[in-house]
């Protein structure tokens, strides 16, 4: 099978199109036929070993992983022993974790990481879904606690996670405002923001206070972010999409000096980490087909160009998903 391969970390050129063997599930697993593969910011940051922290757990000279990607949406191929409730021919979606390995033509999945694929959703749609969709819900559901009549503001509002997090507070019934840029105003508004900020020309965190500040780029201080908050509000971290790599802990920095300041401070500051697992896939399922969360993918390569679609992401200003496809 064909397969978006790497040795050695380094740029998008140290990725590859390579014929490889199929995997062959074993007991739990499921061997997906892939149809679409989305793109995370985690994707680059495995591609080069960025931060260099991450390199204890990744590898310390290449990726234990060789083939990248991990969110998918596609066929069973095949299930191995003990699988229930997914059957060959079946449509699914779902997350491999830090085993990559989803920019491929078939990949095996613990069957604790697939679930059916939303009825009202196409395969790029549903490759959209996972990390980026799990992100929102533990963000906003377990760490926000967002509910009826709270006001949440979702800084990155245009990103892959921030689309979704925007239809989720809505669902949930909060008063959304979304910071973006210029040309994501509209998209943002049609989300279904009540207030849309660019940050361009106005500064969100010298403004309203909100009950729940959700942090998706990291290019702001703690104390201009709790700034945002009611006196009592919470302040959610998430990654960083401001970060562009060569430092020793990138992103890790702002999340741990949250995780060190929490205790000393009458804001709630957490930095939850998310794992989609069969529950929240499902979750997630039950959103999309009652229609409070619609995948957004802006921009599609084939799985050749996978180099050209992780790099697209890695700059910075990809807007909502970017999906590879075979």
Same mark, same amino acid.
């Given at each position: 099978?064909?397969?978006?391969?790497?040795?050695?970390?380094?740029?998008?050129?140290?990725?590859?199109?390579?014929?490889?063997?199929?995997?062959?599930?074993?007991?739990?697993?499921?061997?997906?036929?892939?149809?679409?593969?989305?793109?995370?910011?985690?994707?680059?940051?495995?591609?080069?070993?960025?931060?260099?922290?991450?390199?204890?757990?990744?590898?310390?000279?290449?990726?234990?992983?060789?083939?990248?990607?991990?969110?998918?949406?596609?066929?069973?191929?095949?299930?191995?022993?003990?699988?229930?409730?997914?059957?060959?021919?079946?449509?699914?979606?779902?997350?491999?974790?830090?085993?990559?390995?989803?920019?491929?033509?078939?990949?095996?999945?613990?069957?604790?990481?697939?679930?059916?694929?939303?009825?009202?959703?196409?395969?790029?749609?549903? *490759? #959209?879904?996972?990390? &980026?969709?799990?992100?929102? %819900?533990?963000?906003?559901?377990? =760490? !926000? $606690?967002?509910? /009826?009549?709270?006001?949440?503001?979702?800084?990155?509002?245009?990103?892959?996670?921030?689309?979704?997090?925007?239809?989720?507070?809505?669902?949930?019934?909060?008063?959304?405002?979304?910071?973006?840029?210029?040309?994501?105003?509209?998209?943002?508004?049609?989300?279904?923001?009540?207030?849309?900020?660019?940050?361009?020309?106005?500064?969100?965190?010298?403004?309203?206070?909100?009950?729940?500040?959700?942090?998706?780029?990291?290019?702001?201080?703690?104390?201009?972010?709790?700034?945002?908050?009611?006196?009592?509000?919470?302040?959610?971290?998430?990654?960083?999409?401001?970060?562009?790599?060569?430092?020793?802990?990138?992103?890790?920095?702002?999340?741990?000096?949250?995780?060190?300041?929490?205790?000393?401070?009458?804001?709630?500051?957490?930095?939850?980490? *998310? #794992?989609?697992?069969? &529950?929240?896939?499902?979750? %997630?399922?039950?959103?999309?087909? =009652? !229609? $409070?969360?619609? /995948?957004?993918?802006?921009?599609?390569?084939?799985?050749?160009?996978?180099?050209?679609?992780?790099?697209?992401?890695?700059?910075?200003?990809?807007?909502?998903?970017?999906?590879?496809?075979?």
């Amino acid at each position: 099978m064909r397969a978006i391969v790497q040795d050695r970390y380094g740029p998008p050129e140290t990725l590859t199109l390579a014929e490889v063997d199929v995997p062959v599930p074993r007991a739990g697993e499921v061997l997906v036929r892939v149809e679409a593969a989305s793109v995370n910011a985690y994707d680059w940051h495995v591609m080069r070993g960025d931060p260099r922290m991450a390199r204890l757990a990744l590898g310390l000279s290449r990726p234990r992983a060789r083939i990248r990607g991990r969110d998918f949406a596609g066929r069973a191929e095949a299930v191995g022993a003990d699988v229930r409730g997914i059957r060959p021919g079946d449509a699914v979606f779902g997350d491999l974790g830090d085993a990559d390995g989803a920019f491929a033509e078939y990949v095996c999945a613990p069957a604790t990481r697939v679930a059916p694929r939303p009825a009202n959703l196409t395969a790029q749609q549903a *490759a #959209a879904l996972p990390l &980026a969709g799990s992100t929102a %819900l533990v963000g906003l559901c377990d =760490a !926000g $606690r967002v509910g /009826p009549g709270h006001r949440v503001l979702v800084n990155g509002a245009a990103g892959g996670v921030g689309t979704l997090a925007v239809q989720l507070a809505t669902a949930l019934g909060a008063t959304v405002t979304g910071v973006c840029s210029t040309r994501n105003v509209e998209l943002v508004r049609s989300l279904g923001a009540d207030h849309v900020v660019d940050y361009t020309r106005a500064d969100f965190t010298r403004g309203p206070r909100h009950d729940v500040v959700f942090d998706l780029v990291g290019n702001r201080s703690l104390t201009a972010l709790r700034r945002a908050l009611t006196p009592t509000g919470t302040l959610v971290l998430s990654g960083g999409g401001g970060y562009h790599g060569g430092s020793l802990l990138g992103p890790v920095r702002l999340l741990l000096r949250g995780r060190l300041l929490a205790p000393f401070v009458r804001h709630r500051i957490l930095a939850p980490t *998310a #794992a989609p697992d069969r &529950a929240q896939l499902d979750t %997630l399922r039950a959103h999309a087909e =009652a !229609g $409070r969360l619609t /995948p957004i993918v802006d921009r599609t390569y084939p799985l050749h160009e996978a180099a050209r679609a992780i790099a697209h992401v890695e700059g910075g200003h990809a807007r909502a998903k970017v999906v590879v496809t075979l």
